[in-house]
């Protein structure tokens, strides 16, 4: 599925699980907490996943929310997602958030909290200029080409 070789991964807690797939063909292995925590509504809380990784130079992992957690409890990744660099050779952390206004979410050790993908990133230099080539959409953004007026809350 891949021309990369296996990733080098240190166990770190070998009471939790090996990130994998829950189907071949994700996209993601999934990461398991290494704590029980309880997270407030509107709280955030760093959970270890006991899982290490030597990256090669050339990708970088991304730490997702998963999205059954997120649709059911409000569950995602304040820094989503999350960037572990290739040279990180410390523990992967999740920085969880609770978007739920109401309920409490209780984290239990060996949960499957998040996911982690690995992809290839260009390594890119940037060059100083003093102009910079003209395109259609030029500066425009943040909604400069509409299509959100119906989502616009009455009164606001
Ligand atoms: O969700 C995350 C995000 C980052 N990291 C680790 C791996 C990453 O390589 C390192 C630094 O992350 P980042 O560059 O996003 O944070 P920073 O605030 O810029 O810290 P630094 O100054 O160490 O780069 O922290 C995680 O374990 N989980
Ligand atoms: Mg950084």
Redesign the pocket.
Known sequence: MTDLSPIPLRRLDPGVPMPTRAHAGDAGVDLCATSDVTIEPGQRVLVGTGVAVALPVGTVGL?HPRSGLAAKFGLS?V?TP????A??R??????LINHDTEHAIEVNRGDRIAQLLVQRVELVDFVEVEELDDTTRGSGGYGSSGGHAGLVKEGS
Not at 82 to 85: A, E, K, L, R, S
Not at 90 to 95: A, F, M, N, T, Y
Request: glycine letters at 20%; proline letters at 0%; one cysteine or more.
């Open positions: 730490i990744v820094n999350g960037t572990v660099d040279g990180y410390g523990e992967i952390k999740v920085c």
